[in-house]
């Protein structure tokens, strides 16, 4: 047989042969099949912890919708460990908690006058303040005038475990919510 027609042949058996392809392929398919796993377990924590944290802020905001004492800044900084026990959360959280009212012009979203009473940040974060209102005119909804309601904003900062295509970020939720035992929550203002 001649050199050339032997290398033909041995190629062909080579390609025809079976044996062994099989760990081939899992050699292949195995990073891809581990990253969408770990893929698969990021998103699905970080929809949790979303989650939480959205359930979490709605206990906060139902919790102080019934308080009908005056609250202090002992109070509003518990909230904050109440907070965090229910996200179970490793990495810093903080809350704002405002009372807002409606002053004039209540129906229109544009030219309604909304005025900060109070004010309480956790952690020492900033306050909100009536010159602040412009911006959360579409987060609240439309009130009667002279009403009042409470703002509850949590942040939490999240950050996967692995590398797979989400990046760390802040979880923020706004949940309004009326008084429901007073016409007004009675908050402490943070500076």
């Known amino acids: ?10 190629l062909r058996a080579f390609a025809e042969d079976t044996r062994g392809s099989l760990s081939v392929e899992a050699a292949l398919i195995m990073p891809l099949l581990t990253w969408l796993y770990v893929g698969s377990f990021v998103w699905f924590d970080a929809f949790r ?3 939480a944290n959205l359930k979490a802020s709605y206990t906060i905001a139902d919790m102080l919708s019934r308080q009908t004492d005056t ?22 959280t903080y809350l704002r908690m405002t009372t807002i009212q409606c002053v004039s012009a209540c129906a229109d979203e544009a030219a309604r006058d909304l005025q900060v009473l109070e004010s309480y940040a956790t952690g020492g974060r900033t306050r909100l303040y009536t010159a602040d209102m412009a911006s959360y005119k579409s987060k609240i909804p439309f009130m009667v005038d002279g009403d009042t309601i409470i703002l509850v904003e949590s942040f939490m900062a999240y950050e996967p475990m692995f590398n797979v295509g989400l990046s760390a970020r802040s979880f923020e939720n706004y949940i309004v919510t009326r008084p429901r ?3 007004q929550l009675l908050i402490p203002s943070s500076s």
Not at 80 to 86: E, P, R, S
């Open 181 to 183: 035992f007073a016409s």
């Open 1 to 10: 047989m001649k050199p050339l027609s032997l290398i033909k042949a041995r």
């Open 49 to 51: 912890t979303q989650n």
């Open 71 to 92: 609250l202090d800044s002992n109070f509003m900084e518990g909230l904050n460990t109440v907070f965090d026990y229910l996200t179970s959360s490793n990495h810093p």
